[in-house]
């Protein structure tokens, strides 16, 4: 955000709350958001991928802080959401 803040010569914090104010969702939640659509898709079409990888993949450098937030967000570690899948 604070790159296209300046860009465009805003603060980061007003760029902030005017996309909250269009989206209904902070810039970070949206983030996050396409990061654990991208992994969904990942852990179903991608079966040889271990979860470590689909976390990197989609910018989690942590296993378990990537689990975590899936969780969160999809009610299941990456694991169980495959094993579902």
């Known amino acids: ?3 296209i803040a300046r860009n465009i010569n805003y603060s980061p914090g007003y ?3 005017i996309f909250a104010q269009q ?3 902070t810039p970070l939640k949206y983030i996050i958001s396409l990061r654990i659509s991208k992994a969904k898709n990942l ?3 991608n079966p040889g991928l271990t979860i470590k990888q689909v976390g990197e993949v989609v910018g989690y ?3 378990g802080y ?3 937030i899936f969780k969160k967000y999809v009610g299941m570690i990456p694991f169980e959401f495959r094993e579902n899948g």
């Open 61 to 63: 450098s942590e296993q």
């Open 43 to 45: 852990l179903l079409s």
């Open 15 to 17: 760029l902030t709350k």
């Open 23 to 25: 989206f209904n969702i």
């Open 66 to 68: 990537f689990s975590r």
């Open 1 to 3: 955000m604070d790159l």
